[in-house]
């Protein structure tokens, strides 16, 4: 079973950085055959989708975080990354880790059902 530990969230002024980690528990690399993905969640929102990590390093974003946000993934240290840079107040929610096995795909990796496991969150607060 996979678990997942985020880490990483704080409150940063509009602008700044952050860098979230999400540890797994099972050994999840570039032979592993699941798909990471980072989702988040504002209050009164839906869960969305931010960005995903297929086990070959391919990776797919929300419209919104492309060229300010980046996955990757450390297959040493079993853990996935996502570094937030240019840091908007749209941007202050809920952040989770979440993982499926397999392949992730163009037309699903936003799709929060399709994700089997999941962490607890950490909270990002951007102000302005």
């Known amino acids: 079973r996979v678990q997942l530990v985020e880490s990483g969230g704080g409150s940063v002024q509009a602008g700044g950085s952050l860098r979230l980690s999400c540890a797994a528990s099972a050994y999840i690399d570039g032979s592993s055959n699941y798909c990471m993905g980072w989702f988040r969640q504002a209050a009164g929102r839906e869960r969305e989708g931010v960005a995903a990590?297929?086990?070959?390093?391919?990776?797919y974003y929300a419209d919104s975080v492309k060229g300010r946000f980046t996955i990757s993934r450390d297959n040493a240290k079993n853990t996935l990354y996502l570094q937030m840079n240019s840091l908007k107040p749209d941007d202050t929610a809920m952040y989770y880790c979440a993982a499926k096995l397999y392949s992730c795909y163009p037309g699903s990796w936003a799709e929060a059902p399709v994700f089997s496991y999941w962490g607890q969150g950490t909270q990002v607060t951007v102000s302005s």
């Open positions: 990590i297929s086990p070959g390093g391919f990776t």
